[in-house]
């Protein structure tokens, strides 16, 4: 649905309008398993950033809100200024960052609190890191990492860097790095945060949380009766959680994330009964969870899921109440990887990011949306 007037797509959806009301905006729409009351939302609630060239595969907020990066596929980087709302919103720098041997989605970019430095690392070997600063347009670096995956978050006024770093060529030996990254290079940090097991190859998945404190993992790949979930201090690479997804058989993958509180954590296996919900304190039982989450706002009160019923180039995600609850919205995204790495929820919870159609980095204003949506549900009678 365009525009007449711009020429400006304004709707892509899987129903369509048979009839429209007097208010040009809200319309009866159908699709082959039911029909639905529909209303189109103006952009200034949901807009999507365009410039990109290739698809979204990275995002992150700094932490006062108002600064969101996000890195395609192609390792380009831009920055946008949310601070004055969305239809206000403006990119403020582009630039290339350094290829790494592995997908950009293995790569990791983080902002300062206050969104004027970016840091930068690529996954693979060779690796490389470096430090912008954006005000100033000045880039430190870039310096070489070892062969491995990285993940980053500014925390303490620092710059830290987590890498998953694989000793040998053949995915053996594979261990935990705590580094700083400083315009003057990078500082090892001590002690190991996961120290490498005898016989265990590779990994799935890892994170760090947005306050530097915990460190995720899931793994490893090899040998498949050892596949586990684990949450580690990073200070000082105590394990906090240890919670067993032991395999028989070859091809068995395992996700787990820790919300941005530090209180949750979520993990599970290739099928949807394998997840497990739990919080790192203990204080409450582990227990199966229906729908799992792979992104949570830091209020925990929204949860990211897929909908795996609409594969496919422009899948859906549905935006539930966290941790097992109704779903509020589906969201219409564009090809790339599915993991918490690509949508994110801004830290005070006011907004999400994730990659749309066509190349564009799609932003929503959630509690207003939510209003809007509540208040027309009321009016159309469905309340």
Not at 169 to 186: M, N, S
Not at 238 to 252: D, N, Q, S
Request: charged share 25%; glycine share 10%; proline share 8%.
């Amino acid at each position: 649905m365009w525009d007449i007037a711009t020429g400006a797509q304004i709707l892509t959806s899987p129903f369509i309008p048979l009839g429209f009301a007097r208010d040009s905006r809200r319309f009866v729409g159908a699709r082959v398993d039911g029909a639905a009351v529909c209303e189109l939302v103006r952009p200034e609630l949901l807009r999507p950033l365009r410039g990109h060239r290739d698809p979204v595969a990275w995002v992150t907020w700094s932490s006062n809100g108002q600064r969101l990066a996000s890195m395609d596929g192609n390792f380009e980087i831009r920055v946008w200024d949310i601070s004055r709302g969305l239809t206000q919103g403006v990119q403020v720098a582009v630039f290339q960052a350094p290829h790494g041997s592995y997908w950009a989605a293995n790569a990791a970019v983080a902002l300062s609190d206050d969104g004027r430095w970016l840091g930068y690392a690529s996954g693979g070997n060779p690796a490389q890191t470096l430090l912008v600063d954006l005000q100033n347009c000045r880039k430190y670096g870039p310096w070489k990492l070892p062969r491995g995956f990285d993940r980053l978050v500014y925390a303490s006024g620092r710059f830290l860097s987590i890498r998953e770093e694989e000793e040998t060529e053949f995915g053996e030996k594979w261990q935990t790095v705590a580094r700083e990254l400083t315009t003057d290079g990078l500082r090892v940090l001590s002690p190991l945060v996961r120290p490498p097991q005898p016989g265990e190859k590779q990994f799935f998945t890892s994170g760090v949380t947005p306050d530097g404190k915990y460190y995720w993992w899931a793994g490893p790949r090899s040998p498949v009766q050892a596949i586990r979930f684990e949450i580690r201090e990073v200070a000082t690479g105590k394990r906090l959680v240890r919670e067993p997804f032991p395999h028989k058989a070859e091809g068995a993958e395992i996700y787990g994330l820790v919300t941005p509180g530090s209180r949750h954590w979520i993990a599970g296996g290739n099928e949807p009964t394998d997840y497990r919900v739990g919080d790192i304190a203990g204080c409450m039982p582990v227990r199966p969870i229906k729908y799992p989450a792979f992104a949570v706002s830091p209020d925990s009160v929204w949860g990211i899921r897929h909908d795996l019923r609409r594969p496919g180039r422009d899948s859906l995600r549905a935006l539930q109440t966290f941790p097992q609850g109704q779903v509020f919205l589906e969201l219409l995204v564009g090809p790339g990887d599915l993991s918490e790495r690509s949508q994110r929820f801004s830290p005070d919870g006011r907004y999400l990011a994730w990659p749309g159609p066509d190349n564009t980095l799609m932003v929503a204003d959630l509690p207003t949306l939510r209003a809007q949506v509540r208040g027309f549900e009321t009016n159309a009678g469905l309340r």
